[in-house]
């Protein structure tokens, strides 16, 4: 939908025993903006861009080719990276709450921009947003906010369990202002307290999910001890060399993505499919035929082993796409999850 | 002590948050004084805040549909709070389209003003915003210390220019220099100069009239058989009068300044429904 023209070509790297089908790598955004700015001057001015990399010196370069001749050229460097997946089934989450961008972003305005986490209270009858105060602030001096929603104003409400979720809404409102660029309504999927909260758009051109932890009262003392360590994935290069990698139902892989095109034997309850390389039609979030391409966001450290992940996908139905880029299955863990998010820096059993 | 009011008009709303903006942009903190029939938000002249003050008086008929108030005793009917009004004044930044907004006096974990929004929703049931403010109690015992400040034996009483000429001279000037010096004289001339030592700035007002005051009982005594064109100066901190002209979002009825030579400047701000009263002292 995007390319006129799209080829990848698998790079076979003789220190791993798999051909390495994608080329995880990240390129500082502010850095290709640039390149982008200003789209109806693209518009009047450019007649092609093309994208190309090679690997090999660690470059993309943005190449636009503009009327009367006039090539623009932009060598921007990348670095490869382990590329962290959250690990998390959204179907699975017993309150699903869907909404248009505006109403979270009428909602989020009325916190101060300072606001570093708000709770999000749910019961089958109301919904209530609140700004959270750590317990050693002293009242006397914050102000605190809530707001009160009638379940009627979403244009979906489950609520399968009471919960009250306190995760970080910087984070969020990142997403509400791309979201309300897209217009598309933003689907938030939860539990209780402790286990994360997914917050996603969908489109025909795109999906994005960002998935944030949240805060648990019996996490808080863990917290320092806990922190979110992109080090964990770092061996999912030689994963699938390791015995804990090869059955896909196991529990174990939960924190390794597979590099290669192992199909998910059992794409229910556990799994959550986001490519398929090269078997077709089984996507449990229910796209028959299309698989997705994501290029994996950054997680960062934050305080109370908070992370996020973003991640976008464009959806192509080309299926010879398919092998090019291409992510793996995730198997999730959530049974495994108890109190801690996604990832786990405690080995898994 | 109870407080409770409610505003339920727009323009009164609108109104009201434009007061506690001015307010804002005057100070970080400052008392709520509540009556029976008034409101006032009131700043002493602490060393604290650079020898400024504050009074400024809002009659609570002009803004709130209801207003109940029962103070601290039958014979001292009165509420004093100290509040942050930046507080105040986001929780009402986003009530322009609010159905009612609710004040109330609450004391759950600490004193607290309760602002509780109601705005339309697309559903049945309106969406409700609370801000709990947290504010502080003030002792019967020093209210005292917030007494209306008197009148000044000023020298020149002048109106001022228009605010918003007024206002980005100032700007510009702060720029070069932290303190600037007013003077003004019977005749209705006013200048504002500034002075570093690379560079000194002038601006002239002229023709601003001077406020007739009724003659009372010893005051304005030296202002009455002083020569029309002798200035009155006061040298004060920029910053402060940058603030005040800062925080005027509307035109006032009456914007007027008394000068005590060397001393303290006093603007006094009318509008229909509100006056405000800012003091700035002469620094040496």
Redesign the interface.
């Known amino acids: 939908m995007f390319f006129q023209h799209y080829c990848w070509t698998a790079v076979s790297d003789p220190c791993h025993k798999e051909k390495e089908l994608s080329l995880p790598c990240k390129l500082i955004v502010k850095a290709v903006l640039p390149v982008f700015r200003c789209a109806n001057v693209l518009g009047r001015n450019v007649e092609k861009c093309s994208i190309s990399t090679s690997p090999s010196d660690h470059h993309i370069t943005f190449q636009l080719l503009c009327k009367h001749g006039v090539v623009k050229t932009y060598n921007l460097t990348f670095q490869e990276c382990d590329p962290l997946q959250a690990v998390f089934a959204k179907h699975m989450c017993p309150n699903i709450l869907k909404v248009h961008s505006r109403l979270l972003a009428d909602v989020m305005i009325h916190f101060p921009t300072s606001q570093e986490e708000i709770t999000l209270s749910v019961t089958p009858v109301k919904v209530c947003f609140k700004s959270y105060t750590e317990e050693d602030t002293d009242f006397s001096r914050t102000m605190v906010t809530e707001i009160h929603l009638s379940p009627e104003e979403f244009d979906y409400f489950q609520v399968g369990v009471d919960s009250e979720v306190t995760f970080c809404l910087k984070e969020l409102r990142g997403l509400l202002a791309f979201s309300e660029a897209t217009g598309v309504p933003v689907s938030i999927h939860f539990d209780r307290c402790g286990k994360p909260i997914a917050f996603s758009i969908e489109d025909v051109l795109l999906e994005a999910s960002l998935i944030l932890a949240t805060l648990c009262e019996a996490q808080k003392e863990a917290d320092s001890q806990e922190r979110c360590c992109p080090q964990q994935w770092g061996s999912s290069e030689t994963l699938p060399d390791k015995p804990s990698g090869d059955e896909p139902n196991s529990t174990d892989i939960s924190k390794n993505p597979q590099r290669d095109g192992n199909a998910p034997t059992s794409p229910v309850a556990k799994q959550e499919v986001k490519s398929i390389p090269r078997v077709t039609g089984r996507d449990v979030t229910g796209r028959a035929g299309t698989p997705t391409a994501e290029a994996a966001g950054e997680a960062t450290e934050a305080p109370y082993q908070k992370f996020h992940s973003l991640f976008f996908g464009a959806v192509s139905h080309k299926e010879k796409d398919a092998t090019g880029h291409t992510f793996q299955s995730l198997a999730t863990a959530s049974d495994t999850e108890e109190d801690l998010g996604p990832l786990q820096s405690s080995p898994v059993l | 002590m109870r407080f409770r009011a409610k505003i339920v008009d727009l323009a009164c709303l609108n109104n009201f948050s434009r007061v506690i903006n001015t307010i804002s942009k005057l100070t970080k903190t400052c008392t709520l004084r509540l009556t029976v029939c008034k409101l006032y938000f009131i700043l002493s002249d602490k060393v604290a805040n650079g020898g400024a003050s504050m009074w400024c008086e809002l009659c609570q008929g002009n803004f709130f549909d209801e207003f109940q108030m029962e103070g601290v005793a039958a014979e001292h009917n009165e509420i004093y709070l100290e509040l942050v009004p930046e ?1 105040l004044s ?2 009402l930044k ?1 009530a322009h389209s609010a159905k009612a907004v609710k004040i109330k006096l609450t004391n759950k ?2 004193p607290c003003l309760r602002v509780a929004v109601e705005l339309p ?5 309106s ?8 504010v ?1 109690v003030i002792p019967r015992r020093i209210w005292n210390d917030f007494r209306e400040p008197t009148m000044p034996d000023f020298d020149v009483s002048i109106y001022l220019p228009v605010l918003k000429i007024m206002k980005s001279v100032v700007e510009r000037m702060k720029n070069l220099s932290n303190f600037i010096v007013i003077e003004a004289n019977l005749s209705g001339e006013m200048n504002l100069k500034i002075e570093t030592d690379l560079v000194s700035v002038t601006t002239h007002f002229k023709d601003l009239g001077n406020p007739p005051w009724a003659s009372e009982e010893g005051c304005q005594s030296s202002a009455q058989g002083r020569n029309l064109e002798s200035m009155a100066e006061a040298c004060i901190d920029i910053k402060k009068l940058q603030q005040l002209l800062a925080g005027q979002q509307v035109n006032p009825t009456k914007a007027l300044c008394n000068i005590v030579s060397k001393r303290i400047v006093h603007f006094i701000l009318l509008h229909e429904d509100v006056s405000l009263q800012y003091f700035i002292p002469a620094l040496a």
Do not use: E, F, K
Not at chain 2, 121 to 125: D, G, I, K, Q, R
Not at chain 2, 127 to 133: G, K, S
């Open positions: 507080n986001r929780a986003t974990h600490c929703s697309l559903s049945s049931s969406r409700i915003v609370t801000h709990d403010i947290p502080g």
